[in-house]
């Protein structure tokens, strides 16, 4: 037994209660803007860490293009000098290669004979 135990009003009850739950819903938006914050600072870190990869290779790009080009240009200068002794291609300077007989397969007793022979080309193939 309590003595002289007094009773609360009912609006103090009431905002008591009111408090409380105040305070924690105060607490789960400080969390979840924290979080949010968090998670924007290290989107952008990780946005901004590709970006600088992708200027990177942008930048290796550009370079291999310019050097490709470049030797493709020293190239064909040495290729015009006269003492390389390279020539123009043209029909004259071509190589022709004589056909050969194809050869003839191995027979096995447990095939079939084909009946389709190939028929060696008459004309020369160039190379």
């Not at 002289?4 to 924690?24: E, F, G, K, Y």
């Not at 998670?39 to 992708?54: D, I, K, M, S």
């Not at 003839?104 to 190939?118: G, I, R, V």
Request: aromatic residues 8%.
């Amino acid at each position: 037994m309590v003595p002289n135990a007094q009773v609360m009003p009912l609006w103090l009850l009431r905002l008591n209660t009111l408090h409380r739950h105040s305070s924690i819903i105060a607490f789960l938006l400080v969390s979840s803007v924290l979080a949010v914050y968090g998670w924007t600072v290290y989107a952008q870190e990780l946005w901004g860490q590709n970006y600088r990869r992708l200027q990177n290779l942008q930048r290796y790009e550009r370079q291999m293009t310019t050097t490709n080009a470049t030797l493709k240009n020293k190239m064909a200068e040495e290729a015009e000098k006269s003492s390389t002794g390279l020539v123009s291609p043209s029909p004259a300077n071509s190589v022709f290669l004589s056909t050969t007989s194809p050869p003839t397969p191995l027979k096995s007793p447990d095939k079939k004979p084909t009946s389709e022979t190939q028929q060696p080309t008459s004309s020369p193939m160039a190379y």
